[in-house]
């Protein structure tokens, strides 16, 4: 493995069909400064604080850049943290955080604005809600990001934001029989992912986890040669707590995930071997979507 600073991160997919609620901030100018970002962190961790009308917390799981976890490696030292870390935040820090999530396969887009202005909350509802209710939720967890980010923030429709008229899309496979080997498998998972690709903003699956971590660590292009490389990647990300890999791909491959974010709707992937079992989506609506603008 490389001997220098790596960043392979962990990140919490968001899911749940229709059922997550989004959130842009657009704290003012560039959003990698080290202000904002520590700023982000707390008002981040704020919005677990927000219950419904029955005193439950209505999210599961919130994914945006302040929550999102980070595998760092310099050297033989490697060690799990916060992606955001307040003693990291300085001119080489932040430009290397932004590189990162340039070129990282489940982040770009997803979670920083193109013109690296913005960033984007996924908010995992833990229960189904009414429209009206969901509507008054984002309208909560909007107000509650405003308040804690900075004075003069404001709420503002999603019609204003970057992720206004995309969609989220998330299948998960199930394999109909025995699998076949590994290799063979992510080979033709790599397929149907450039094919979501060519038709989304952004899409990947563990194909793109394992090509990211095998660049990352021995310095190799490609998916792994072979089943005995893909465990090993396996129990790598397993000793480290990450999660990723396991998300979106079961180890024994009886499980696949594919998520794509595009204008349109994608249809389903198609995979030999494998029937689909479960879909989950999302697209801007006023109920969904909301910004929160302090420029």
Not at 21 to 30: C, D, I, Q, R
């Amino acid at each position: 493995m490389r001997k220098h600073l790596l960043w392979l991160l962990c990140v919490a997919l968001p899911a749940g069909a229709q059922d997550w609620l989004a959130l842009t901030l657009y704290p003012g100018g560039e959003l990698y400064q080290a202000g904002h970002l520590q700023r982000l962190v707390g008002a981040t961790q704020n919005l677990w604080q927000v219950k419904d009308t029955e005193g439950q917390t209505p999210i599961r799981a919130l994914d945006s850049l302040a929550s999102t976890n980070a595998i760092a490696a310099q050297g033989d030292d490697v060690r799990f943290r916060r992606l955001i870390e307040i003693r990291e935040l300085t001119p080489a820090g932040l430009q290397t955080l932004a590189g990162l999530v340039e070129r990282h396969p489940l982040l770009g887009p997803r979670l920083v604005t193109t013109a690296g202005d913005g960033t984007h909350f996924w908010l995992r509802l833990a229960r189904p809600y009414a429209e009206a209710d969901k509507a008054e939720l984002l309208q909560h967890y909007a107000k509650r990001l405003a308040a804690d980010f900075a004075p003069g923030c404001r709420v503002a429709s999603g019609a204003e934001g970057a992720l206004q008229g995309l969609h989220l899309q998330e299948w998960a496979l199930q394999a109909a029989g025995p699998v076949p080997s590994h290799s063979a498998t992510l080979q033709a998972l790599q397929q149907a992912t450039a094919s979501l690709r060519q038709r989304s903003v952004q899409a990947y699956s563990a194909a793109d986890i394992l090509v990211y971590l095998r660049q990352v660590l021995n310095g190799e292009s490609g998916l792994p040669a072979s089943d005995g490389e893909v465990a090993q990647f396996y129990l790598v990300a397993e000793s480290l707590r990450s999660r990723d890999l396991q998300d979106l791909a079961r180890p024994d491959f009886q499980r696949l995930k594919l998520v794509a974010l595009g204008r349109e709707h994608a249809e389903v992937p198609s995979l030999p071997g494998y029937h689909l079992e479960t879909t989950a989506q999302w697209s801007s609506t006023p109920n969904s979507y909301l910004t929160v603008d302090c420029r």
